[in-house]
């Protein structure tokens, strides 16, 4: 029986067009073929190990059977070709009109943007194949990898994730997801269609991550009885009639986008949710009054939170906190502790400073003046783009944080 000495394989990576990585070399001794396949050498390494000695037909035979650790394929295939992770893009805008539409996205896992453009009929359905007009789809183009791969490399085919297209049979879709998936994302198919109105709220105890995008939903549960692991959660243009209970005590990042209804549930989920060190918000259109307290909070954004009128904030490792348009909050409070969590930090902790983003912010004296108060607080070094209208609600005077008599 063999043993393998591990040993030879610790120069054996991976390389794309835009890295520094060196491709897999043969032994030293002998010359590679011109010839043998992409990732043949890694294959070789395999079979020194075992027996250097070893034919080169069995090193093939080996290699055909090795799949890639980023793209899953054998390593006999011609390259690695990954598209982009669909839970990891970010739609940044879409355009429509002269029978063609446009859709730009930024993707998280190799920071690249694109836009694919499709031609459209008079309904405005999708003709053909859409086309990549900037940028590549490709998230990831290069040579195999044998494995493993860092742990902060996202650029790889996803094989937990379940991607599912709200079309007739989205509800069925999700009623037949596996027991044991880790990452969902429901989306839209192309338009969002409010007479697609599906339920989530059935028992997955391994999903770590939910991105409910663009659809209609009717109802949606996540508690410690059907998601207990949930550790993401992203909803965007989740309707205002949606029955919505959200109590997952493993959340660590929320974002919510384009939510009219009240903050009821949102309150409820921060509640429930101790271990949760990123929030972050765009057009929470009616939450009123919003309390957050955690011991590992770290990032709130509440961005065009417009009716936002008071709010509270006890998180003593807190960097960033987002007021950007804000036009109604009149009341900020920062308790210096809390009943429950003070506890839990050790006694030699000291509370970290943290920016603040007041850009096209309205705030009221008393929000000002907490704000003045606080020796953690500063300005925050960027802002959100935000849209042009921003600014026509915005406070007119001063924005200097140095100026006590200044606007935040």
């Known amino acids: 029986m063999y043993s393998l000495d591990y040993s030879r394989f610790d120069h054996i990576g991976d390389s794309d067009d835009s890295s520094q990585a060196s491709t897999v ?39 055909a059977f090795l799949p890639c650790a980023r793209c899953g394929a054998s390593m006999a295939d011609g390259g690695c070709r990954v598209p982009h992770p669909p839970h990891l893009l970010v739609d940044t805008g879409s355009v429509f009109g002269s029978g063609e539409s446009r859709k730009s996205h930024s993707c998280r896992a190799c920071g ?12 405005g359905n999708e003709l053909g194949a859409p086309r990549c007009e900037s940028g590549t789809p490709l998230c990831f183009s290069g040579a195999h990898t044998l494995g493993p791969l860092a742990a902060d490399d996202e650029r790889r085919v996803w094989r937990d994730l379940a991607d599912v297209v709200a079309d007739a049979d989205v509800q069925d879709a999700i009623d037949a997801l596996d027991a044991d998936v880790r990452l969902v994302k429901v989306r839209s198919a192309q338009w969002y269609d409010d007479s697609i109105t599906p339920t989530f709220a059935r028992p997955l105890a391994r999903l770590e991550v939910l991105q409910l995008i663009d659809v209609a ?37 929320v974002a919510i986008r384009y939510y009219p209804g ?55 490792r807190l960097r960033h906190l987002g007021l950007q348009a804000a036009y ?69 005077t001063d924005d200097t944080w140095e100026d006590d008599a200044g606007d935040y």
């Open 328 to 396: 109604s909050l009149e009341v900020l409070e920062f308790p210096e502790t809390h009943p429950v969590y003070s506890r839990e930090l050790p006694a030699s902790h000291v509370p970290t400073p943290f920016g603040v983003n007041t850009m096209n912010s309205c705030l009221g004296e008393a929000a000002k003046n907490a704000l003045r108060a606080n020796p953690r607080a500063r300005r925050a070094a960027a802002a959100h783009r935000g849209m042009p209208t921003e600014a026509m609600f915005a406070s007119a």
């Open 112 to 123: 690249q943007d694109y836009t694919m453009v499709s031609r459209l009929d008079a309904a």
């Open 262 to 316: 009240d903050e009821g549930w949102v309150q409820a989920m921060l509640d429930h949710a101790p271990k949760l060190r990123t929030f972050d918000s765009y057009k929470l259109q009616r939450a009123r009054q919003l309390q957050f307290a955690g011991p590992e909070l770290e990032v709130i954004d509440l961005h065009r939170t417009d009716c936002l009128g008071a709010l509270s904030v006890w998180a003593p």
């Open 217 to 253: 939903f009717r109802r949606v549960a996540l508690t410690p009885e059907t998601t207990p692991a949930l550790r993401e959660l992203e909803m965007q243009n989740v309707p205002e009639d949606c029955e919505i209970c959200v109590r997952c005590p493993e959340l660590r990042k």
């Open 25 to 63: 070399e043969p032994p030293a001794e002998e010359e590679a073929p011109s010839a043998e396949p992409a990732g043949a050498g890694v294959a070789r390494a395999i079979a020194d190990a075992l027996n250097p000695r070893l034919p080169d037909a069995i090193v093939l035979c080996v290699h």
